[in-house]
Structures are given as structure tokens and as C-alpha cells.
């Protein structure tokens, strides 16, 4: 078990459309706190304006101690911490740095609420993404890369060139992926 002084990556869950006011008001409270945001194209009636809008909505991501992360929940439009089994749930770093790559990347993703038949277990092994982990699967008739947060069963969608990855069997070894 990990101990409870360590810090870590946790998931927030927040009132709809507050998860920019709550990220700042952690800030403020000398939490490190952090809501990915997308870019996007927004249409009104009389203009077009590109505004930013959180990747996963009502989710923001804290980093802190197991025994401190429920002090973040005092902070106004904060709900709760995503848990599991009462306990905390720690986000991998590794999945907060590859959120923050493909942020700042051009490759092409969506967010997907479907459910997979999961496929082959992948590492990237070329471009900017290069490391991150996931599934490898065939969702609408393009190759693409499936990387979850489990946490907070959210799932991320890449486009990815097939001669990127390389398939990752059971003893973590890469195989060519085929």
C-alpha cells in the first residue's frame, strides 16, 4: 500500500462548470491543481470565437497527500474526491504527463465514453507521445491508440501511425507490433 504522506496525482470532481473557479481557488489555498483544457472552435449565432473548455468536465486533478486531499474538498464548487473503496485513488503520473503531451501536441484525439473490446497492449515508440502506454485498437475504420483514466473512466481516443507503436506482450518486452 502506498503510504499517506506521499503525494500523488487524485481526481476532483466538480459542480458543471466550475472547474476553472475551483482549480484557482486550490491554487490560492497552495494546492498544486491542474484542469486539462482544449482548445475548440465555439459557434454562436452571429460569430465564431475559439474559447477554452475542460478535457473532462467536471473533473480536475489535485496533487497531494492522501490525508490532506480532503482539505481540497472545503473549497467552494469542489464534490467530491474519486475514491474507491473509501480510499482515495491516486492518479498515475505517467497518465497526468501523457494528458499534458498530448495537450501540447497536434495530434488528433477525442474523448470517448464507449465501451472496447480491448486489443493489443502498445507503447509509442515514436513523435511527441513517444512512451506513453496503451491499447491499440480499430474504433470507426481508423487505427488509434485508446488511452484510459481509469480513475475516472474517462477514455482518450489518439490517432496514431500504426509504425509508431510496438506491441508490449505479458512480461512488458516489446514485440513488433504485426
Request: overall charge neutral; proline content about 3%; glycine content about 6%.
Amino acid at each position: 500500500m502506498q503510504q499517506v504522506t506521499e503525494e500523488h496525482w487524485f481526481a476532483i470532481y466538480t459542480k458543471s462548470h466550475s472547474e476553472k473557479k475551483v482549480v484557482e481557488a486550490l491554487k490560492e489555498n497552495g494546492f498544486e491543481a491542474w484542469v486539462p483544457l482544449l482548445r475548440t472552435l465555439r459557434q454562436w449565432s452571429d460569430r465564431k470565437k475559439w474559447v477554452e473548455v475542460p478535457l473532462f468536465h467536471s473533473y480536475i486533478f489535485v496533487r497531494s497527500t492522501r490525508t490532506t486531499i480532503k482539505k481540497a474538498l472545503q473549497v467552494n464548487g469542489a464534490v467530491y474526491v474519486v475514491s474507491f473503496s473509501g480510499q482515495p485513488t491516486a492518479i498515475p503520473e505517467e497518465q497526468i504527463e501523457w494528458l499534458r503531451l498530448l495537450l501540447g501536441s497536434s495530434e488528433k484525439f477525442e474523448v470517448s465514453f464507449d465501451e472496447f473490446a480491448f486489443g493489443d497492449h502498445v507503447v509509442v515508440e515514436s513523435g511527441v507521445l513517444r512512451g506513453m502506454k496503451g491499447k491499440f485498437v480499430d474504433y470507426k475504420g481508423k487505427n488509434r491508440v485508446l488511452l484510459q483514466i481509469e480513475a475516472i473512466n474517462q477514455n482518450l481516443l489518439i490517432d496514431i501511425n500504426p509504425g509508431f507503436i510496438k506491441k508490449v506482450d505479458d512480461t512488458g518486452i516489446g514485440v513488433p507490433y504485426v
